[in-house]
């Protein structure tokens, strides 16, 4: 391939994908491997699309920050002195370098480089040593601004600057998260789990959006849930995960004393899954992060309503590091090396017309939005 897919290479990266799940193969193989596919995917997918950043707690006061990489640009979020939260560019005006690091409060923003300061709402206010300069107006000079959003308590970015909001693009998410997380506002962090995975990030969510692979892969979280009411739907930019909790003792944590008895999942294209286990009030929201063709890192982030987890949100979190990422971790790794091999291009698609936990018709429905990025960007 190319520095950039020709419209031939598009038309072909399409081909076996059907409509209709019940016809359709997956995603071709190539773009899971191919480097070129994978720069498509950070300037046509996670460089258009609504990318989460943090729970809105870290940034309720006046001159709280949190910095973030978006398809490897530097990002600061910042609540201004006015009470309005921004994002820009994390890059000084002056020589490009970065203003800001981690997460934090200031009352300005200043350069570590030759110390230029802007004001929180990303005006220069201090450029040392430029009162001979002619034509140059400190006031002209603002950081390069990013559309940002708050949303169901949680703050996203996005870096096209003619994007429609998230609430708008996400149609009834926000009444469906906080039908089942009334209280997703109030929650406070409580602990993160981070993974470094030899995998494409496509494939990552494959994974996450199918539970055809349960059964025999995860022998444990089946016991969790209410396999027979777990129900799959897909919308336009999201699908929504349900299931009840299992009935009889089960071998992933005690749930025993669970009042939250829904297992809700919601997968927020391209990159976001936010999860409501039994147990206590809570919210785990796992942030996939491409990082290279084969190489992706997950954050797990566990919003209780405590700082401190209680003894079922311990074990929820330890069977999810110790069992559940562990089995996932090997079958996306094991994926990513079959699709390198001559010996497979694309698979058929698995369909339930009931829209079970057993089909994969919101993988299908995660390509379909896939390839309909690439076709936007082939024309």
């Not at 193989?29 to 950070?42: E, G, H, K, M, N």
């Not at 910042?78 to 203003?99: I, P, S």
């Not at 990513?336 to 694309?346: I, L, S, Y």
């Not at 690439?374 to 024309?379: G, T, V």
């Given at each position: 391939?190319?520095?950039?897919?020709?419209?031939?290479?598009?038309?072909?990266?399409?081909?076996?994908?059907?409509?209709?799940?019940?016809?359709?193969?997956?995603?071709?193989?190539?773009?899971?491997?191919?480097?070129?596919?994978?720069?498509?995917?950070?300037?046509?997918?996670?460089?258009?699309?609504?990318?989460?950043?943090?729970?809105?707690?870290?940034?309720?006061?006046?001159?709280?920050?949190?910095?973030?990489?978006?398809?490897?640009?530097?990002?600061?979020?910042?609540?201004?002195?006015?009470?309005?939260?921004?994002?820009?560019?994390?890059?000084?005006?002056?020589?490009?370098?970065?203003?800001?690091?981690?997460?934090?409060?200031?009352?300005?923003?200043?350069?570590?480089?030759?110390?230029?300061?802007?004001?929180?709402?990303?005006q220069l206010v201090g450029a040392p040593h430029t009162q001979h300069l002619q034509n140059f107006d400190p006031k002209a000079i603002w950081l390069e601004p990013v559309q940002v959003e708050e949303f169901c308590g949680f703050v996203y970015v996005n870096l096209d600057a003619k994007s429609e909001t998230l609430g708008k693009l996400s149609g009834d998410l926000e009444k469906e998260i906080r039908h089942w997380a009334p209280d997703v506002e109030s929650l406070t962090f409580g602990h993160r789990l981070t993974y470094d995975i030899k995998s494409n990030w496509k494939n990552v969510v494959d994974n996450f959006l199918e539970c055809y692979h349960c059964p025999v892969s995860h022998k444990d979280f089946c016991t969790l849930v209410d396999m027979k009411t777990?129900?799959?739907?897909?919308?336009?930019?999201?699908?929504?995960?349900?299931?009840?909790?299992?009935?009889?003792?089960?071998?992933?944590?005690?749930?025993?004393?669970?009042?939250?008895?829904?297992?809700?999942?919601?997968?927020?294209?391209?990159?976001?899954?936010?999860?409501?286990?039994?147990?206590?009030?809570?919210?785990?929201?796992?942030?996939?992060?491409?990082?290279?063709?084969?190489?992706?890192?997950?954050?797990?982030?566990?919003?209780?309503?405590?700082?401190?987890?209680?003894?079922?949100?311990?074990?929820?979190?330890?069977?999810?590091?110790?069992?559940?990422?562990?089995?996932?971790?090997?079958?996306?790794?094991?994926?990513?090396?079959?699709?390198?091999?001559?010996?497979?291009?694309?698979?058929?698609?698995?369909?339930?017309?009931?829209?079970?936990?057993?089909?994969?018709?919101?993988?299908?429905?995660?390509?379909?939005?896939?390839?309909?990025?690439?076709?936007?960007?082939?024309?």
């Open positions: 391939m190319g520095e950039y897919p020709t419209k031939q290479q598009f038309a072909a990266i399409k081909s076996g994908y059907h409509s209709d799940p019940s016809q359709s193969l997956s995603l071709r193989a190539d773009a899971y491997t191919d480097p070129q596919w994978y720069q498509v995917d950070l300037q046509e997918i996670i460089s258009k699309a609504w990318q989460w950043v943090c729970h809105a707690e870290k940034l309720r006061e006046p001159g709280s920050f949190v910095t973030i990489e978006i398809a490897g640009k530097p990002i600061v979020v910042v609540r201004d002195r006015e009470g309005t939260l921004r994002a820009f560019y994390n890059v000084c005006k002056h020589r490009a370098h970065k203003l800001l690091t981690g997460e934090g409060k200031a009352a300005r923003i200043t350069c570590p480089y030759h110390a230029w300061t802007y004001k929180l709402d990303g777990y129900k799959v739907t897909t919308y336009g930019i999201y699908s929504s995960h349900m299931a009840e909790a299992g009935q009889q003792p089960n071998s992933a944590y005690d749930t025993s004393k669970a009042k939250v008895r829904t297992h809700a999942v919601w997968w927020l294209w391209p990159t976001t899954c936010v999860m409501r286990y039994p147990g206590r009030s809570s919210m785990i929201v796992l942030n996939i992060i491409p990082m290279g063709p084969d190489r992706t890192l997950e954050t797990y982030d566990f919003f209780l309503e405590t700082p401190e987890p209680d003894e079922t949100e311990k074990a929820a979190i330890h069977y999810l590091d110790t069992v559940l990422q562990v089995e996932d971790i090997a079958l996306v790794e094991s994926v990513q090396r079959g699709m390198t091999t001559p010996a497979f291009q694309q698979g058929r698609i698995v369909y339930d017309p009931s829209g079970s936990g057993k089909s994969e018709h919101a993988l299908h429905h995660f390509h379909g939005l896939v390839l309909d990025a690439y076709a936007r960007a082939a024309n």
